[in-house]
């Protein structure tokens, strides 16, 4: 059964870091992408970054370019983004979710539609 388990968020004022963590179980990250997902009260879900399985490539969305960073342990069966210099733009509740393809497809940004099984989500604010 694939699942997934975001943690990490928290309250953080601006211009802190947070570390957020996807841990998987289901299959196996030597085969399959994970993309993250942000949706903010009232807004549709953005994609916010993807890392592929084989070569690690990555993608991220312009809004967070420069600050957040994806990373995975496949022995942990974990990914990880870690998300600096925050903004209160980046208020959202957090998704990890994978397409159980080897790379994310990307058009006109990573979206919501491409992906098969998703967290339930870890909640991120930022404020002072």
């Known amino acids: 059964q694939v699942q997934l388990v975001e943690s990490g968020g928290a309250l953080v004022q601006p211009g802190g870091s947070l570390r957020l963590s996807c841990a998987v179980s289901?299959?196996?990250?030597?085969?399959?992408?994970i993309g993250w997902f942000r949706q903010a009260p009232g807004k549709e879900r953005e994609g916010v970054s993807c890392?592929?399985?084989?070569?690690?490539?990555?993608y991220y969305a312009d809004s967070v370019k420069g600050r957040f960073t994806i990373s995975r342990d496949n022995a942990e069966s974990t990914v990880y983004l870690q998300m600096n210099s925050l903004e209160p733009e980046d208020t959202a509740v957090y998704y990890c979710?994978?397409?159980?393809?080897?790379?994310?497809?990307?058009?006109?940004?990573?979206?919501?539609?491409?992906?098969?099984?998703w967290g339930k989500g870890t909640l991120v604010t930022v404020s002072a």
């Open positions: 289901g299959f196996s990250l030597d085969y399959y992408a």
């Open positions: 890392i592929s399985s084989a070569k690690g490539t990555t």
């Open positions: 979710a994978t397409p159980l393809e080897p790379a994310c497809a990307v058009r006109r940004g990573l979206q919501a539609n491409t992906m098969y099984s």
